[in-house]
Antibody
């Protein structure tokens, strides 16, 4: 069965960087894109963008350019979200999600990774 | 505009019907999907392609569409339906956009 398992919670200081991982299993990793979704405390879901797992080409939504980087390591079926120059407002749960077989919507989700930015 | 607007909250008594709307200019041209999210958990899809109910989702969940508005209806609401609900669609550049979210409270 399709599984997306994310790395654990992180506590970082402002200005630092963080890298969240999303390890996929149960399917051919390079056959489906992966999206990243942010949810700040008590707030709604925000789609951050996606990465083409076949080419490695990322696409970033408005508001997520510059400090946010999506990457891959296909040898271990894992996608990464790196955030640099962390700010307090980056405190959120970050989800990875995979599309359905028709690549129409986000069907499979990781459990989420909490990133807390605090001095 | 690619925004999807939902009411912040809906309150309903057990056994009654809850209706959650999602409005957006692109909805007549793009499918909408509905997610249920309980605290501390990942979202789960309850309606796909405007009106389809995925396998395993209770029949009390249904979707409908009219013009620029899609609606999630929960008939015979149960206590376990208390959660946050989000609509999802695609935007003009082919990416995804989530609705603003609706908190359903079962009284």
């Amino acid at each position: 069965q399709v599984q997306l398992v994310q790395s654990g919670s992180e506590l970082k200081k402002p200005g630092a960087s963080v890298k969240v991982s999303c390890k996929a299993s149960g399917y051919t990793f390079t056959s489906y894109s992966l999206s990243w979704v942010r949810q700040a405390p008590g707030q709604g879901l925000e789609w951050m963008g996606w990465i083409n797992t076949n080419t490695g080409n990322p696409t970033y939504a408005q508001g997520f350019t510059g400090r946010f980087v999506f990457s891959l390591d296909t040898s271990v079926s894992t996608s990464y979200l790196q955030i640099t120059s962390l700010k307090a407002e980056d405190t959120a749960v970050y989800f990875c999600a995979r599309v359905d077989d028709d690549s129409a919507y986000l069907l499979y989700w990781g459990q989420g990774a909490l990133v807390t930015v605090s001095s | 505009s690619d925004e999807l607007t939902q009411p912040p909250s809906v309150s309903v008594s057990p056994g009654q019907t809850a209706r959650i709307t999602c409005s957006g200019d692109a909805l007549p041209k793009q499918y909408a999907y509905w997610y249920l999210q309980r605290p501390g958990q990942a979202p789960v899809v309850v309606i796909k392609r405007d009106i389809e109910r995925p396998s395993g989702i209770p029949e009390r969940f249904s979707g409908s569409t009219s013009g620029t508005t899609v609606t999630l209806t929960i008939s015979g609401v149960q206590a376990e339906d208390e959660a946050d609900y989000y609509c999802l669609s695609t935007d003009s550049s082919g990416g995804y956009v989530f609705g603003t979210g609706t908190k359903v409270t079962v009284l």
